[in-house]
């Protein structure tokens, strides 16, 4: 007879409860609808501490997508209690989603709540850190998701496909799509500090934030080809992020008469993050065609679902 695990169903209960919440405050905040909480929108401190990075105001609706695409893998996690497999209850057997996981997603959230009233009192260092530290919580979820995926793959590739492909896009694609968009948040947010806090100038700390950014396009594209492949190979919605943030950039900071330093600087990464992402998605087809992954090698779950 298979039993539950009380504990990880309330953690897992937890967690969506404090991801509603953190969507309401962030509504709230984004709209100026608790004006008794917040004292300003997030749009109008953007406004106010506006850099040469900042995009269109129009390109922070991707939060929309990020938080559909939040819920949809909360709603499939959360579904695991009620299906059963042949080893047992969904959500456990395997465990792909431990525990652990879900402790990191709660802080994230909690981080994110933080950062919403830091930003609005306009604490920049403050908020800073608080924004590379869920960033890097999301990055943590990722690692856990893909080191439990990549030891039980092989299972779910002979018995439960649907569910296999439902990670990939729900949960691993749906996490990497927020920690691609709090990385570039926190480069906003870096930009700002270094204008306002270390008085450097507009264009200079615009220039390095663009350069750091380039920086991490190239190294993750090395990394995930030629280091990770068997774990993030289908992790598509990076890239897609990064050109959108960049288009917003460029719709509210490229200068035509002459184009100054920046401006051509972000075109040119403009470009380059869309060739990129179109080698990117050569190599995975290849791959898939000629060098799919032998996923029946990986070890097997029996030990780890005993």
Not at 181 to 188: P, R
Request: proline fraction near 3%; glycine fraction near 4%.
């Amino acid at each position: 007879m298979f039993t539950h695990n009380k504990l990880k169903i309330f953690i897992m209960f937890l967690s969506f409860a404090i991801y509603i919440i953190m969507v309401v405050f962030n509504v709230g905040a984004g709209t100026g609808l608790f004006k008794g909480i917040f004292h300003n929108s997030v749009g109008n401190i953007s406004n106010k501490y506006n850099t040469g990075f900042t995009p269109a105001g129009g390109t922070f609706l991707i939060w929309n997508v990020i938080f559909l695409w939040q819920f949809a893998w909360l709603i499939y996690a959360l579904s695991g209690i009620c299906r059963r497999n042949e080893l047992g209850w969904v959500y456990m057997k395997p465990d792909l989603l431990p525990i652990s996981f879900y402790l990191v997603w709660i802080l994230n959230n909690i981080l994110i709540v933080g950062w919403l009233f830091l930003w609005d009192r306009e604490y920049l260092i403050p908020a800073l850190v608080f924004l590379a530290a869920l960033t890097l919580a999301s990055y943590l979820c990722l690692f856990i998701s893909h080191r439990s995926l990549s030891i039980h793959a092989a299972w779910f590739l002979k018995c439960h496909k649907v569910d296999l492909w439902l990670i990939r896009i729900l949960v691993q694609n749906g996490i990497a799509l927020y920690a691609t968009w709090t990385t570039i948040a926190t480069l906003l947010n870096f930009t700002v500090v270094l204008v306002y806090e270390g008085n450097v100038s507009n264009k200079t700390a615009t220039t390095i934030s663009l350069c750091i950014l380039a920086i991490k396009l190239l190294i993750w594209f090395y990394v995930e080809n030629f280091l990770l492949d068997k774990y993030v190979r289908y992790n598509l919605t990076i890239y897609p992020v990064v050109i959108i943030a960049l288009i917003g950039s460029v719709c509210k900071n490229y200068s035509p008469s002459p184009p100054n330093t920046n401006s051509i600087f972000l075109v040119v990464l403009l470009v380059a993050a869309c060739v990129i992402f179109v080698i990117r998605l050569g190599i995975v087809i290849w791959r898939c065609c000629k060098r799919p992954l032998e996923l029946l090698e990986l070890p097997s779950t029996s030990e780890s679902t005993e």
